[in-house]
């Protein structure tokens, strides 16, 4: 049986690390699935499977357990990063300033609970108790950048050679609860509000579906306004300012794929596709809506929906492509992530994305050929995107930010770095010739597994101690003030967010989620919403918010400690 020991309690094994990680994240996500009080933790259970592992001395040596942590919370950010990047200055712009304010309010109500706690509660004549608030303050927000931030601004504090408070303690003690505490004050802002979910997301559907500026019409309408007669089709759109997509034309029992230099006469009928609240606008310019059955006119027509998959598609706009004039053909509308969108010429072309295109068949048959329109080559992974942007991502985490009166410079960590690269190469890759296009399965997957990775380490590091440190000295005061730390801004800012700004609950539970940097949060809200509504809340707030925690953490160890 001596090769079971090894199995079980070698840490310097390969086999022993494997055993033990795909036995506590199978354990965790098993037990994950059972509800209490019709309500599961899914893959956040991980963490108390692994905190029971290393309670029992099933661990691996700490840089294993450090490279596995970090390593899959990178996988976990670089992947929300990269889907939410194409959308995330949009965001920005409806209402990502509210978003970002409203974290930096949890923020700040984190600090000012946790000092009335300090000076209330703990002797301050102790040095070593403000330490450890700072670990419980890391912990209860559950930050790990910003405990290595605070552990690395005590060399600065405390004289080379006097032992360095182990804040880590505080950080294990408030993590767990934490991390319920941040789960439970998104419930009960949703039982305060008396929200219902079905409401919710059913809201987020009709916003979508409403959304004038993007959801595309299309109507046939009878040239009846004489100051068009004779004017061409670009000439119609400079005098009527708006834009629209006219696909069809039928003049005098002809029909045509109008150019930019097709010309309009009385009588004429258009088959016209535009943004929904441009509609009016177009129909009182050029004349009424009509009736024609386009698919027994004289040229047979064609309308069929191609697969973008060309990479050297990637970034152009439709503007830049004249379909209309170089393929006889017109792009009407486009499916991006499940929202059909107005096929604005502005608009940049993303692999992935899927357009209508109309025209004669063999025209349209050509510019399937240019897009690829190769369902089969979206299924290959676009691996340089990943590992490329990762790369990147932990040199810019690692720069320090120096600061006028901080002696110890920021950084961004391994979390905030590959978070910030991951959306701005989801934006702007194009320009670097750089596919970010991965399958939303993959995406999911990589999330998983990097949350499940993240978990299990966090777990298994603070289970070791966890209840020596609970239950000698301040342990227990650690854990009820942590949790104190939590809750307590959370359900101000959250309600504040509901009752004043009416934010829909999938972004306050993003919001919540980001604002702690806790992926267990984010994890806990996709599985409770069919949107994208909190990742985009999540992301939104957190490059902002990791830096905050990083920067306030060190500043509180640097200040205060010191004094």
């Avoid at 691996?60 to 194409?86: A, E, H, K, R, W």
């Amino acid at each position: 049986m001596q090769w079971f020991e090894q199995l079980l309690f070698d840490s310097d094994s390969i086999a022993h690390i494997v055993f033990l990680y795909t036995l506590v994240i199978s354990v965790g996500i098993y037990l994950g699935k059972i509800k209490f009080f019709g309500i599961s933790l899914g893959v956040t259970f991980v963490l108390f499977a692994g905190i029971l592992a290393g309670h029992f001395g099933f661990t691996g040596t700490m840089s294993t357990l450090n490279f596995l942590q970090d390593f899959g919370l990178i996988l976990f950010v670089y992947c929300i990063g990269l889907q939410v990047g194409p959308g995330f200055f949009e965001s920005f712009k409806k209402g990502g300033i509210t978003l970002n304010l409203l974290a930096t309010g949890i923020v700040v109500l984190n600090i000012a609970v946790l000092l009335v706690l300090y000076y209330c509660i703990f002797d301050t004549n102790d040095p070593n108790n403000l330490p450890m608030m700072v670990g419980v303050l890391c912990g209860a927000v559950t930050n790990t950048p910003g405990l290595g931030a605070a552990t690395e601004a005590l060399t600065q504090v405390f004289p080379a050679g006097q032992p360095l408070p182990q804040i880590a303690s505080g950080y294990a003690c408030a993590y767990p609860l934490g991390v319920v505490g941040i789960i439970g004050a998104t419930i009960a802002i949703r039982y305060i509000c008396r929200i219902k979910l079905q409401e919710e997301e059913e809201a987020i559907l009709k916003q979508q579906a409403e959304n004038p500026h993007a959801k595309p019409h299309r109507m046939t309408v009878r040239v009846e306004n004489a100051a068009i007669n004779g004017k061409t089709l670009l000439q119609v759109r400079d005098f009527l300012g708006r834009n629209y997509v006219c696909s069809r034309a039928l003049h005098e029992g002809h029909v045509s794929i109008p150019t930019r230099d097709t010309k309009f006469y009385l009588g004429d009928h258009l088959f016209i596709t535009c943004a929904e609240d441009d509609a009016e606008a177009i129909k009182a310019f050029i004349g009424p809506d009509d009736y024609v059955d386009w698919e027994e006119q004289d040229v047979p027509m064609v309308s069929k929906s191609i697969v973008v998959t060309q990479p050297k598609m990637n970034g152009k706009t439709f503007g830049q492509l004249h379909f209309s004039s170089v393929y006889g053909v017109n792009v009407t509308r486009i499916s991006r992530s499940g929202m059909n969108l107005f096929a604005d010429r502005n608009l940049r072309m993303q692999v992935g994305d899927k357009i209508v295109v109309v025209g004669p068949e063999d025209a349209v048959d050509r510019v399937a050929a240019l897009m690829g329109n190769s369902v089969k080559r979206l299924d290959h992974p676009n691996l340089i995107a990943i590992f490329v942007g990762i790369l990147v991502g932990i040199i810019f985490g690692s720069i320090p930010f120096a600061f006028p009166g901080v002696p110890t410079p920021v950084k961004l960590g391994l979390a905030g770095g590959p978070l910030i690269v991951a959306i701005l190469i989801g934006r702007f890759g194009y320009k670097f010739h750089i596919v970010t296009y991965v399958s939303t399965g993959a995406n999911f997957m990589l999330r998983e597994f990097g949350l499940a990775l993240f978990l299990a380490s966090v777990g298994i590091k603070a289970g070791e101690h966890f209840v020596e440190t609970v239950v000698a000295g301040d342990g227990l005061t650690y854990v009820w003030t942590g949790f104190l730390v939590t809750v307590i801004p959370l359900l101000v800012i959250g309600l504040i967010a509901r009752l004043k700004y009416k934010l829909n609950y999938f972004t306050i539970m993003g919001l919540i989620a980001g604002s702690t940097t806790d992926p267990p949060a984010l994890a806990f809200a996709n599985q409770s919403s069919n949107s994208d509504a909190p990742a985009v809340g999540y992301s939104t707030v957190y490059p902002l918010t990791m830096f905050l925690r990083i920067l306030t953490a060190q500043l509180i160890v640097l200040l205060l400690c010191s004094m």
